[in-house]
């Protein structure tokens, strides 16, 4: 019931008054009550899918920021894997370039006969100990 019909049952129920239509009364006051039960339900049913609504959304949000939290973890988790890995093949790549050079003072030179090699850095027979310690089939002591 919107405010118009609502004044023009006010209306009629003055003019009614004012002309000894009492009669008329109890009609008129009926369907004003029964207008403003109508509305009333109308609230409480807005007002409870509006709680409903309210209480969707609370628990979507809730589980948004939950979801949100995870992902910023996971991203830290990850941030910190990076940073390891990128430590650790530095290590390997410095670890390979001690290696490199161990070999490079370490090389083949020929002696006397072209069959006959010597290591160039301990004059031992080629491979020496250590060119043998590298390839793992001498253990060093
Ligand atoms: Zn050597």
């Not at 009614?16 to 109890?26: E, F, H, Q, R, S």
């Not at 979507?60 to 990128?86: C, F, M, N, P, Y």
């Amino acid at each position: 019931m919107n405010a118009d019909e609502r004044k023009a049952l006010r209306d009629a129920a003055d003019a009614a008054k004012g002309n000894g239509y009492v009669t008329l009364l109890p009609g008129i006051l009926v369907r004003l009550l029964d207008a403003l039960d109508a509305e009333t339900a109308r609230a409480d049913r807005m007002e409870r899918t509006h709680a409903r609504d309210v209480h969707a959304y609370m628990v979507e949000k809730a589980r948004a920021d939950a979801a949100e939290r995870t992902v910023d973890g996971l991203r830290s988790e990850l941030a910190i894997q990076d940073v390891t890995l990128a430590v650790v093949i530095a290590e390997k790549d410095e670890a390979r370039a001690a290696l490199d050079r161990v070999r490079a003072l370490h090389v083949k030179r020929e002696y006397g006969h072209a069959e006959q090699t010597v290591c160039d850095r301990c004059d031992e027979p080629y491979p020496c100990a250590t060119v043998r310690a590298l390839d793992g089939s001498e253990v060093a002591r």
